[in-house]
């Protein structure tokens, strides 16, 4: 059995800081139940080597693509570990802000819980979209969400289909709102939600 070279198999070394901490050694086996959670938003199986791109570790949104995804997990790597992150949906955070879930009877409550959010937005119920009143509450509550993550310095990963168009159609205030908070949409690069392309037809037909 091979010995690590950094900590002799110690499992711990001393940082820079004086402080003593878990080597990388010790880190691969946990590493994989970590990632479980987010490995199942894969939207493919795929043993193909793709080109991991330059994501930095802030609140946004990100297209649900194979790349995106590895390069998700290589902030959570580097960033998250090990603190806790949680995987959510429009529904359960709309549950959580009307107090009507089983663990969390608010949102400030959910979001002091934990420190990174990824919120499943891939596949759009347009049944709920289109209905005016869900469609105003989830925009709601989503915006009261992300700005307690950001006074909080917590992280948020909004992650939806590949192609904004179907998002903005649906949820243009929620579009405009995270527009006005600053958070920026990936797919292959970094830029403004494009809330001056909102379809402005009435989606509640």
């Keep these: 059995m091979s010995k690590c070279n950094i900590c002799n198999d110690r499992g711990n070394i001393f940082h820079t800081d004086g402080k003593l901490k878990m080597c990388q050694c010790m880190f691969h ?52 570990f090990p603190e806790e992150y949680v995987i959510t949906s429009i529904e359960e955070i709309n549950a959580i802000g009307f107090a009507r879930h089983n663990n969390f009877n608010s949102i400030y409550e959910f979001v002091s819980y934990y420190r990174y959010f990824i919120i499943d937005m891939t596949i759009i119920n347009t ?12 925009t709601m509550i989503l915006l009261e969400l992300i700005q307690a993550v950001i006074k909080t310095s917590r992280r948020m990963i909004l992650l939806i289909r590949p192609g904004i168009v179907e998002f903005l159609k649906y949820y243009r205030e929620l579009c405009i709102g995270l527009n006005n908070f600053g958070i920026c949409y990936f797919h292959n690069e970094y830029q403004h939600v494009p809330v001056n392309n909102c379809i402005k037809g009435d989606i509640y037909e």
């Design 127 to 138: 049944l709920r979209a289109k209905n005016s009143g869900w469609n105003d509450k989830d």
């Design 29 to 80: 086996d946990v590493w994989s139940d970590y990632l479980m959670p987010i490995k199942g938003l894969f939207p493919i199986s795929s043993k193909t080597k793709v080109n991991i791109p330059k994501m930095i570790n802030c609140s946004q949104i990100v297209t649900n693509t194979t790349e995106n995804i590895t390069g998700l997990i290589k902030i959570m790597l580097s960033e998250w």
